[in-house]
């Protein structure tokens, strides 16, 4: 027990985290239908806390180094079992959102000190069965999240999600305590809150943006207000960063380009992979009728592929460049989600079948090697930097895929269909309608914006791909195969302190 304990404590932490990025997403028509909820509310559920998780990351992981990991890891479980209990009893669209923010600022606390935290019990071997368990552990979780989303929601409700959180978070903090050492990096080091707040102003500023540009248009004064409050909020994040002493982000990385590749990529592959998904599940179930658990089912495609090819990958693929798996996995993506633009008033789940084979694939690649081309691509003494900035990257993307996707999905929508009409459908709201417009009409409008939304997809990964292929060239940045980053993770991120 106390040898693999606390591995048991770590993963639990990490499949709850991980599990809530996409757990919700079968669950929304149910929660529209019970809190009245309009497609924005649904938007910022996804979004709050996908945006608290990337702003938070970089900072609460500063912190973590100089509070102790442990202790930063358990207050982060208990503040996500919290707020997970609030989910589940909010009885307002506002009060969920709020709660599920919370819950990123708990996830991201778990986030930061995971590698840290294993670095500290496990050595040589064993840090590398740990680290095995725990990547296979972070990918299922997402693999899991709608097929386990559309269970709950079908049976007791959609509540249990998030009540489900509870029993896991009770076992997380007791095996934590009892089993994993504290640990801390050097001394001496300061947190960089100036640069924690200007950057979650500007994540926070452009999403909403992007969200309010879905409602009210890329020119009203509240959006543009948004963009230009983002804008200000990067500036002084600039500032701050030139000007601190332990900055927590280092800005000079951006002048490598291999690190700004592999940035880029981070960004596109969450936000194409996973963005359009949310709106994919609204439309199974309230356009095409089906049930939460066959709606879950349908992403299975998805997730199989990405399991398979990640296993495979390890073996078959040793000693390929990640600028390859990397680069081509986010060509396959968006290759995937080009041909789910296939749409039309007459296509049925099956229409999706071969896409979503491609997006697993590429997600498949992707993830195995994402994280070792930022660390290759920097300075050893940056690579905890560097493992932190690529998960803010990733759940960053994720959150402007939602909105940005969801503002590309109505505006395809309006073309057919009154303003109003457009944001209820979207939002879950077909049932409203169908007294008001023909059967074929909904159909094809709500076809035609996920048509839109994939093909924005299609072209965000394909950019990011190409990007990548261009960028990750420098000496060592393309060097690793595809298990090779697992292992370099682990062992630079608790070599190194945490900037």
């Not at 809150?193 to 943006?209: E, M, N, P």
Request: with cysteine; glycine share 16%; proline share 4%.
């Amino acid at each position: 027990m106390r040898t693999w304990g606390p591995l048991t404590a770590v993963c639990l932490g990490t499949f709850m985290l991980l599990l809530d990025v996409t757990i919700a997403i079968v669950a929304l028509p149910d929660m529209a239908r019970a809190l009245d909820a309009s497609l924005s509310d649904l938007q910022w559920v996804m979004d709050g806390y996908a945006l608290a998780l990337a702003a938070l990351l970089l900072g609460i992981g500063a912190a973590a180094d100089v509070l102790g990991h442990r202790r930063v890891h358990v207050a982060g479980v208990v503040l996500f079992a919290v707020a997970s209990l609030l989910c589940g009893l909010a009885s307002g669209p506002g009060t969920l959102v709020a709660a599920r923010g919370l819950q990123g600022v708990g996830a991201a606390a778990m986030f930061a000190t995971t590698l840290p935290l294993l670095g500290s019990v496990y050595q040589g071997r064993r840090r590398s069965v740990a680290l095995g368990v725990w990547g296979a552990v972070s990918g299922g979780a997402a693999a899991v999240g709608p097929v386990l989303g559309g269970l709950l929601t079908d049976g007791p409700g959609w509540r249990w999600i998030f009540y489900v959180n509870l029993p896991v978070s009770v076992a997380a903090v007791w095996l934590t305590l009892r089993l994993v050492p504290e640990s801390r990096a050097a001394r001496g080091r300061r947190v960089d809150w100036a640069g924690t707040v200007t950057f979650a102003g500007f994540a926070g500023g452009v999403t909403y943006g992007a969200v309010r540009a879905g409602s009210h248009g890329w020119t009203a004064p509240g959006t543009l207000a948004s963009f230009g409050l983002a804008a200000l909020a990067l500036v002084c994040f600039v500032v701050v960063e030139r000007r601190v002493a332990d900055p927590l982000l280092d800005l000079r990385l951006f002048l490598r380009p291999a690190f700004c590749g592999v940035m880029a990529g981070a960004l596109a592959y969450n936000a194409a992979a996973f963005g359009v998904m949310a709106y994919t599940s609204i439309w199974l179930q309230t356009v095409l009728g089906m049930s939460p658990v066959r709606g879950g089912l349908v992403f299975l495609w998805m997730s199989l592929a990405a399991f398979v090819v990640s296993a495979a990958g390890g073996r078959l693929l040793h000693g390929v460049p990640v600028r390859i798996t990397v680069g081509g996995g986010l060509l396959l993506i968006g290759s995937g989600q080009f041909c789910m633009a296939v749409l039309d008033a007459g296509s049925g789940a099956a229409a999706l079948v071969p896409g979503l084979l491609l997006v697993g694939f590429g997600t498949g690649l992707v993830a195995p090697g994402i994280a070792g081309a930022a660390l290759a691509a920097v300075p050893p003494e940056r690579a905890g930097m560097a493992g932190g900035a690529v998960n803010t990257f990733r759940q960053l993307g994720y959150a402007l895929g939602i909105a940005g996707f969801g503002t590309a999905l109505t505006s395809r929508m309006r073309d057919t269909l009154p303003h109003e009409a457009a944001h209820t459908l979207a939002g879950g709201g077909a049932g409203a309608l169908r007294g008001v417009f023909p059967e074929q009409v909904l159909r094809a409008a709500f076809a035609s914006g996920l048509n839109t939304a994939a093909v924005t997809a299609g072209a965000l990964a394909t950019v990011g791909g190409a990007l990548v292929l261009a960028l990750v060239r420098a000496p060592g940045a393309g060097e690793a195969g595809v298990t090779d980053p697992a292992a370099k993770t682990l062992t630079e991120e608790t070599a190194t302190p945490r900037n």
